[in-house]
């Protein structure tokens, strides 16, 4: 007797019997062993000469390319604190007699634009008091942003807003965006080239994604349009009720005939003789 109600008591019924398989390796008293394998007698030698040579065992060299990249990783660390000590935009004799609030970021800019075609692009917005783009101090090529500043504050603003550092503007082939001068208006802000910034590279991705797919459409093969071919089809142009003026209009159908009025003594007509027999 089970004391358990039926659904219950069948999770403790035994299973069916497993199904047998036939075994796919040979049996065990068939199995050999490869002529090919050896044992490892013989390399015994090779180890006690190698702990000879070495008594304290080699040195790990599949590490020594980790070890040099934490040291360069050091030294580049090192490198941009001590500049990043030395940093104080509120003393660079460039943008010393300037507005922080009238003036503009503009980052990612083509080498080869100039203060005359970045005010160009940016009049737009309101009456420029100076244009800078950041050049190199020994080979004064440009580092790829610069600084505008605006007579007012509003036409600063509406720049960011309308262009920003999402949208962007196409400048020489190139996304270029616009943000607020954050090292003077906004605390603890470091550059990037000062291992700060505002993020990743997000337009570097989206360019190598737009080649990707340009590349992956070329390669794919041009498949044939469903239907009949476009010679088969009239020419000439359509119209609103037949697929082409040109073409020959369909025959109307018939028309429906109606149906022909009969009185009731015509109705039951068919009836007349004819007696149930009850």
């Given amino acids: 007797m089970i004391k358990f109600p039926q659904n219950v008591s069948k999770l403790f019924r035994p299973g069916p019997p497993l199904q047998y398989k036939k075994p796919v390796d040979y049996p065990v008293e068939e199995r050999k062993t490869a002529n090919k394998i050896q044992s490892l007698s013989g390399y015994l030698g090779a180890l006690d000469t190698y702990r000879s040579e070495h008594p304290e065992g080699s040195e790990n060299g599949h590490l020594d390319a980790y070890n040099a990249a934490e040291n360069a990783r050091q030294v580049e660390a090192k490198a941009l604190n001590a500049k990043l000590a030395i940093w104080n935009p509120d003393e660079d004799p460039n943008i010393a007699d300037s507005d922080p609030y009238r003036t503009i970021f503009v980052g990612r800019l083509p080498f080869a634009v100039t203060e005359v075609e970045l005010q160009k692009e940016f009049v737009r917005f309101g009456e420029i008091e100076k244009v800078r783009v950041v050049r190199d101090k020994t080979s004064n090529k440009s580092r790829g942003y610069g600084f505008i500043m605006f007579k007012d504050e509003i ?24 943000d607020i001068e954050r090292g003077r208006t906004v605390k603890y802000f470091t550059p990037r080239r000062l291992g700060g910034g505002l993020g990743g590279r997000g337009y570097m991705k989206r360019d190598k994604l737009a080649k990707l797919a340009s590349a ?7 498949t044939t349009p469903r239907g009949p071919p476009p010679s088969s089809f009239p020419s000439g142009p359509r119209s609103r009720f037949n697929a082409y003026s040109g073409a020959p209009a369909r025959a109307a159908p018939p028309p429906e005939r109606a ?19 009850y």
Avoid: L, M, W
């Fill in 259 to 277: 149906p022909a009025y009969r009185s009731r003594q015509n109705r039951t007509s068919r009836f007349q003789g004819f007696r149930p027999d």
């Fill in 216 to 222: 992956v459409a070329k390669d794919e093969p041009k």
């Fill in 155 to 178: 036409s600063a603003r509406s720049a960011c807003r309308e262009i920003g550092v999402h949208r962007g503007v196409q400048i020489g082939g190139r996304p270029v965006i616009v």
